[in-house]
């Protein structure tokens, strides 16, 4: 490969919750007993080096000494419309539909805002990010849950007539859609998003639709925007799109999104205004400008491969060897997400002792209960394989 996913990088002392939030940040794995040194496979962001591209975008912009106040570059919306050209097939992608947002969170929040008010409920598929359930249920909104259901397949499906029903007995008109799924790496196919949102459309539902992973399918699948699905779903949906995931780029801040409906635009954008800190960053439009660059292109190309090796290796490793334990194969994200339950149930042990079994051999991974999975553990898959095959043989021999 060109570029370089095998490093073991240190990032000790380098502003990564990954591994300096261990045992101090709430929610966060205990450190490992002596003797092991922590693999952070919990926190959702990579443990690769960024696209040198990036770097050396930012690098050239620094080399100037001066950081005042700004207005975007064309070069920025320029990068924009032709990443979602070339990676996504949005064709006649206009800067006026561009909006920045302070991270996909911030601009739910703006959205539900411009077209809810507090006490309102909000449609939700669980299992949920658990960066929406605390967004939203902090500012004031309820969430209704429709669950995802295993097919016979092991793939994760909607319930499209509980959805409906959700939406009617709560008088629902407002609708947060994860493509492709966090947590459960599922890539929805056009026909399932267009069943989806004519189920919103019936119901008169504005879409918020986060598609933060969508650069991040594994080999075989492809993300759909939401929005190109038919005309309706291009009118009545708020996307939004960031390089942080695809990039490693969480900590420079900066996202964006997409919305053709000019109503649906006036109204988000006036509520995102009236805060004053819905201002983008210098080096982070350096980073998105380098980000979405042709290097970054063949970089993401890459990273895509190494991921896809990760999840089948993870994926077989665990059939093979920790029986008890089921995981959907995700199609995109680096993420898995693990039921646990037959195996706590068969050896009368706690979720909270198996977490803790594999924290203390190093493998730092994260409680799934947050994200409503009753027995369920999430992995970030985002290392150097050589580190996943090392967290996976502690399992097999210390936990499993």
């Excluded at 409906?261 to 201002?279: A, G, K």
């Excluded at 292109?297 to 999840?311: A, G, I, K, P, S």
């Amino acid at each position: 490969m060109k570029y370089d996913f095998t490093s073991v990088i240190d990032r000790r002392g380098k502003d990564a919750l990954a591994v300096d939030g261990l045992g101090k940040n709430p929610g966060a794995p205990k450190s490992p007993r002596e003797g092991f040194d922590p693999i952070p496979m919990w926190v959702a962001d990579m443990n690769f080096p960024t696209a040198p591209s990036v770097q050396q975008a930012i690098a050239k912009r620094i080399s100037h000494p001066a950081f005042g106040y700004f207005n975007p570059r064309d070069e920025y919306y320029d990068s924009i419309i032709r990443w979602q050209e070339s990676r996504n097939g949005v064709k006649n992608l206009d800067r006026e539909c561009i909006g920045y947002e302070n991270g996909v969170l911030g601009g739910v929040v703006s959205a539900l805002h411009a077209f809810a008010s507090p006490g309102d409920s909000v449609l939700l598929h669980n299992p949920t990010y658990i960066g929406f359930t605390g967004s939203i249920l902090g500012n004031g909104f309820k969430i209704v849950h429709s669950p995802l259901k295993l097919d016979e397949k092991g793939i994760w499906r909607m319930d499209y007539e509980d959805m409906d029903a959700k939406l009617k007995e709560n008088r629902i008109h407002a609708a947060v859609f994860c493509s492709p799924h966090n947590p459960c790496g599922r890539v929805w196919e056009r026909w399932e998003i267009e069943k989806a949102m004519e189920v919103y459309a019936r119901n008169d539902c504005v879409v918020i639709s986060d598609e933060i992973w969508s650069d991040l399918t594994l080999d075989g699948y492809y993300h759909i925007p939401t929005q190109a699905v038919s005309p309706d779903a291009r009118n009545r949906t708020i996307a939004l799109y960031a390089p942080s995931k695809t990039f490693n780029l969480a900590g420079l801040i900066g996202s964006y999104h997409i919305i053709y409906n000019p109503t649906l635009r006036d109204r988000v954008r006036s509520i995102s205004s009236r805060t004053h800190y819905n201002s983008m960053n210098i080096c982070s439009m350096y980073g998105l400008i380098g980000a979405y660059s042709r290097e970054g292109e063949e970089w993401v190309d890459e990273l895509r491969q190494v991921l896809t090796e990760n999840v089948n290796f993870a994926c077989s490793y665990i059939q093979e060897h920790f029986p008890g334990v089921q995981v959907s194969r995700p199609q995109g994200t680096y993420m898995l997400f693990l039921d646990c339950g037959t195996w706590c149930r068969d050896n009368g042990k706690s979720l909270d002792k198996l977490l803790e079994a594999g924290w203390d051999v190093g493998v730092a991974w994260q409680d799934g209960r947050p994200f409503h999975g009753e027995f369920s553990i999430r992995m970030n898959l985002a290392l150097p394989l050589s580190r996943v095959e090392e967290a996976f043989r502690r399992l097999a021999e210390y936990v499993f």
